[in-house]
């Protein structure tokens, strides 16, 4: 049952059916039916369908395709099915398929026979093609500006904080102090990768697909330049075969949404790990916190778990559409109608995961106390002990290196941080020492030490901050 010609059938008759039944004398059994039908889920691309037939139509008449007088009755059909749409009363019937034979069928109704020209070159996989494409490019669109808005929260919070002291970590072990303010504008680089991501999927996919009508191209003397032009794409698909066959744009859309998913989860775990009392490192307020049912101390934060977890649909979504997608020989083929639930579904995740964070990022305060003393505990400021041996008695840093194990093996034995080892204690491993050492060990210099571009060093932090308020300004 595939939708090879792209003449409609002479008469109408109330089904799905009567669109490409000529050749059929009995009705599809109701499991073809169930299995064949699409209306619940692609009505979503009502607004897109009805934008590329109006395109369409226009073209239709300005090449001589139809009659003025058609396009005319099309158009203020078209118009009317836009307004019962924006009213919540158009019908949408199981019947009729999926989103396009029920505009065809609405349209029939409302404007008899010329809505039969409607489909005139033209095929429902080339708008098919066309409606999940635009909806992707606005999906893109809409993902773009909440990442911005989501950086901005970010910039926002990391500003007050660009001196504020935490302890950086690899392995989830202390490793050498940093700033909240750094730490907050690593996510403010990753996200920008993903805005940049959906940018760049966004100006790849922009080619119109409508024109390569069901697979060949049109007989017709279509003017594929004026729709793309009117549909806001670059320019009409190249090649009608891969123009049908094509769901890379939805692919690559969702390539990005996954990634950004990941980056989502990280902060969110992060979120989690210091929301813990062990942790203590910052607090959220009720709006983005939940009780327990049993245990009257809990505020749980729900929120960023459910966020963490959300990647998961995200990746699975990506994974569904690949996994549809592979091995599809040329061109279309029904297996792609199950492009849009995964698309669909993917989006709606991520377009909450992102405001959803925004709005955790808003909220979290940070207990400077508890991250100051946690960024200098763990020997934190060993690596500026090593690094001061060699820059005041020009040691190889190997060697540095293994006299600062001895000293933070002294510290424990001594139950003490590195400012606690007595400078006789560190002499005994060095004797050059001197006891400007304990200087560069407290996590404060450490961190304004760190004065290299993209460095810790608040200056740094700052100056990247004031970089980004430029960009999403
Ligand atoms: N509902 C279909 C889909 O989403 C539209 C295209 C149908 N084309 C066809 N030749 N049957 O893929």
Redesign the pocket.
Known sequence: ????SSDAPAKAAPSGQAMWGGRFSDKPAELMQAINV?ISF?RRLAAQDLEGSRAHAAMLQKTGVITSEDAEAIQAGLKLIGEEMAAGIFPFREEF????MNVEARLRELIGPPAGRLHTAR???D??ALD?RMWVREACDRTGAQIKALQKALVAKAEPHAATLMPGFTHLQPAQPVTFGHHLMAYVEMFGRDASRFADARSRMNESPLGAA?LAGSPFPIDRDQTAKALGFDRPAANSLDTVADRDFALEALGAASICAIHLSRLAEEIVIWMTPQFGFIALTDAFTTGSSIMPQKKNPDAAELVRAKSGRLLGSFVQLAVVMKGLPLT?S?D??E??VPTFEAFDALELSLSAMAGMVADLEPNKERMAVAAGSGFSTATDLADWLVRELGLPFREAHHITGAAVKRAEQLGCGLTGVPLADLQALEPRITDGVYQVLTPEASVASRTSYGGTAPDQVRSQIQRWKEILA
Not at 1 to 4: F, H, I
Not at 97 to 100: F, Q, T, Y
């Open positions: 049952m595939t939708d090879d699409s692609d398929e999926d989103i396009h095929s429902r996989n708008q098919v999940f069901a279309y029904k792609m109608q492009d849009k």
